[in-house]
Nanobody
Framework: QVQLVESGGGLVQPGGSLRLSCAASGISFSIYTVAWFRQAPGKQRDLVARINSVGITNYADSVKGRFTISRDSAKNTVYLQMNSLKPEDTAVYYC?????????WGQGTQVTVSS
């Protein structure tokens, strides 16, 4: 059974940092494209960052230079380091893994940026 478990969300002040983790069981992240999406209330779920099996990364324009996605294959975990957080980064963040079909999603972790 495949499970993706996100952690690391919370409440942070503007300008602060958080590191999200997505730990997988049942699949090996090293052969998957793993992405972070986010969904704010009343909005669609949008791609934030993605890392493929060879380590190539992509970012949404809104987070370039502030967020960094990385993978620790030994721990089968993908991270999202988020710096210089803004109130508009507030959302539920989801981990996604894809390699053909099916795709897998985590349950999400809430990130709230507020003073």
């Amino acid at each position: 059974q495949v499970q993706l478990v996100e952690s690391g969300g919370g409440l942070v002040q503007p300008g602060g940092s958080l590191r999200l983790s997505c730990a997988a069981s049942g699949i090996s992240f090293s052969i998957y494209t793993v992405a972070w999406f986010r969904q704010a209330p009343g909005k669609q779920r949008d791609l934030v960052a993605r890392i493929n099996s060879v380590g190539i990364t992509n970012y949404a324009d809104s987070v370039k230079g502030r967020f960094t996605i990385s993978r620790d294959s030994a721990k089968n975990t993908v991270y999202l380091q988020m710096n210089s957080l803004k109130p508009e980064d507030t959302a539920v963040y989801y981990c996604n893994a894809v390699r053909g079909m099916p795709t897998y999603w985590g349950q999400g972790t809430q990130v709230t940026v507020s003073s």
